[in-house]
């Protein structure tokens, strides 16, 4: 892959964190939180997300981020106050943020939602407006804004104004080393003026700037565009054409500004692109100012945006007058202390970042830095190959195990004990190996907020999400099939669990429902739960649809919870009118046989006008599973005990035989295929059935499967049998045995499916009870 | 027993300009070749776990360090029944399109350098209908028939019991 690429790729993997942190954030704001550090921590994760967007010009993304980035500054910098600010907006804007990127990611271009831009355009116009007024009107929008948001055209110009300085001199540069934009001529004068004060940002990137895929417009972006008064590139440390590599930064930048931010503001904000030795912020006096302009701000007056020559002209038309009067204290900088040593020259105050960041205590902010360099991201390939070779060492060593005991006792006792170490050692380090696959099923979690926003918002409910366990750690492979599930599961509780606010209302609810999303271990599962406080099953309803499809008798009695369960028969669904969100009746059948089809259960809890309570449980791997031995036969199988139900003798059970063969056993109570699994998987050998597993459908019935000799019962290594030859009828996959050889791992259903492609016999009929 | 082939073993003699190099081995008193490109490892014979209602020239899967492959019987696959497999029959491991699979032999012979102009295309014999032959090569004594191993996978000699497939 070549380098580019492999960024982007980069980008596109840490979007995907920084989109979850900002939700978060803006999340737990919105739920009240008044910690800074969530603000800044959402402003940091819309800060990055635009910058790396610029890095590979998505310029939607980079649009959109910079008016929400600008509509978080206002939250951050204390102009408007946490509790009026529309979090709900935020939320959406960052659900379009996604979407943006997901297209980015695609090399798509997603429109850009222009009411959700307008809206933050309010949020920034809004706060501006509060505090400035006491003091002069604020100066006039940066841009003409007669096509596009304000703040867009305003970065726009920035960026002209940045590209028209480095296009114009940059052939004339090298030759006159030290002739940069430093000293070009100052520029008329105009009467408006912003209130604040003349900060000059010397910025001196270290070459690798570009390789850190940081821009200087996007490191200068980061800066209140209509306060930026000029920007200067000096271009004399370019090196001869011999020695220039192009991938080094070698521009210098002088940004001058006119703004109410301190200096310790400014820092901050560069602090998200560059090192502190980068840059330098000074404060100016008055008096300073002046000169400093007219030799620094140099921009070619036909190339200099009309406003910014006119804020430009106004220092100068203050100039005089200010010359020697004393500083006043509204430009006072912020950084006191460093201001000191320098009052003797006429109140320059310089402080290096660099300094004033060692003084600053040290923030949360550097600590979640911190936090995250502890950690290494890792191709999952590779541990993906370090679980194969642990599986390798398992298999070997119960190879190990079975030639040990063969031999003579002296020096059996003297090995075991080292094989018994080996064994312990092994299992600890497939154990170890597994938790490095393990993940926090939040990167699952964090996709439903989005789905219930969206959701409630189509459905006109209002619900709140609440999460829990969000950091319960479970194996990728099943990471990647519980979305599916999951979002099955709260789409259902939305469109028929949670009632509108209006019906809630009236059953004297509060307006608001709630669907907790709880993750935890138990038994050496993961069970999720859904919960909504809606209104449950209707019962009746569902009762009369599985009585008009024929799914039961007429006439059947089913116990309530029996008929809770027909939820997930094929082909109800209680939705009056088919939607798009539920309601097709392909929702919880679905749900259930893919959860089954992983060896999970799913169950549900309802009580009428309470609520209703879905309970996934899942093993925590699907690259091991706990299986049963079995010989038909020469040959063995595995089968996964999550599919038993019990075992018992043959010789005990009563069987009845059927036509063309086919016969059936009677267990509790109920007729119940029986398949000889020898003839079915066609296994060589004489075969002397003696055992009777008794095992579970995904379509919820069961099947008595006859085997000779159950063998053993131990954790078995998933292996692929598709990757090298292709789908085996009756096995999901297969596993390698201690002696070394293959055993298939059956699949019940796929079995049956094999059985019946055979013989002709009717479906199983659906069984109801859970 | 197994004989990892790796570039090494070839390196000593320069194969002339436009020469494939074959690995020959021998079905009964047939020999046929491979391109050893192909060959990843020949290993003898170990036991395979029977698939259900495979075809009949899949003899199986086995494990080859951790990963699991099939075993076609090329007897079977050329219409000269099941081979009886004893620990002196070899399974030639080869590389067949993203797949890789095993090819039950009775012996490995050589490895031959024929230039690309002494292989002659496969005639139209009548008991190669599956196209399991590539092509021809005359040797001082005997033919080498080049298979199609994709082919031989594929479809085998009959498949007249083929994998059932179910919906």
Known sequence: MDPLAELKQTFFQECEELLGALEQKLQALDEGSTDSEDVNAAFRAIHSIKGGAGAFGCTELVGFAHVFEAALDHLRSGRVALADAPFTLFLRCSDAV??????????????????????????????????????????????????????????????????????????????????????????????????????????????????????????????????????????????PLETLDVTDCHMRFTVMMRTELSADEIVSKFDFTLANEEFEVEVLAEAEAGPELVAEAAPAASEVPQNVAADLSAILARLGPAADAAPQPDIQPAAAPAAAPVAAAPAIATAPAAARAAARPVSNEAAARQRQAVSVRVDLDRIDRLMNLVGEIVITQSMLVEC??????????????????????????????????????????????????????????????????????????????????????????????VETPEERIAAGKNPEGTIKLIAEHRAGRIVISVTDDGRGIGRDRLLAKAKSRGLVGADEKLAPEEIDQLIFAAGLSTADAVSDISGRGVGMDVVRRNVESLGGRISVDSEPGRGCKFTLALPLTLAVLEGMVIRCGDDRYVIPIASVIETQHLANTPIEHLTFGQEVLRWRGEITPLHRLGAVMGSAGTRDENIIIIAETERGGNVGIAVDEIVGQQQVVVKSLESNYGTVNGASAATILGDGLVALILDVDSMLRLAASGVRQPVPELKLAG | MSLQLSEKHFTSAQPESAARRIVTFRVGDRTFGIDVGMVREIKGWQATTPLPHAAPHVRGVLNLRGVILAVYDLRTAIGLGSTEATATHVIVVVDVEDKTAGLLVDSVSDIVDVPVSAVRPAPDLERDEHGLIEGLVLLDTEIVALLDLAAVIRDGGDNQDKQLRVA
């Open chain 1, 98 to 239: 996604a979407d943006l990127v997901a297209a980015a990611r695609n090399d798509e271009v997603a429109p850009v939602r222009p009411d959700l831009l307008a809206a933050l355009e309010q949020v920034g116009q809004a706060k501006a407006a509060v505090p400035a007024a006491p003091a002069a009107p604020p100066a006039a929008p940066a841009a003409p804004a007669s096509d596009g948001p304000p703040g867009i055209a305003a970065l726009g110009n920035l960026l002209a104004m940045v590209d028209a300085k480095m296009g114009a001199p940059a052939a004339a540069a090298p030759a006159a080393a030290n002739d940069g934009w430093d000293d070009d001529e100052p520029v008329a004068a105009a009467p408006v003026r912003r209130p604040g004060h003349d900060v000059r940002i010397k910025i001196t990137p270290e070459a690798d700037l570009f390789r850190r895929v940081i821009e200087p417009r996007v490191a200068i972006g980061i800066l209140p565009a209509d306060e930026i008064v000029s920007v200067a590139c000096d271009l004399s440390h370019v090196p």
């Open chain 1, 404 to 497: 040990v005991r063969s031999l003579p006792y002296d020096v059996y006792a003297k090995t075991a004990e080292g094989i018994l170490t080996l064994s312990r050692q092994t299992r600890e380090l497939q154990d170890h190996v597994m938790a490095v696959r393990a993940q926090p099923v939040k990167a699952v979690f964090q996709r439903m907020p989005r789905l219930v926003r969206e959701l409630a918002q189509t459905l006109g409910k209002e619900v709140k999400l609440v999460l829990e366990g969000e950091n319960t750690e479970v194996d990728k492979t099943i990471i990647e099939e519980l979305a599916d599930p999951l979002t099955h599961m709260i789409r259902n509780s939305m469109d028929h669990g």
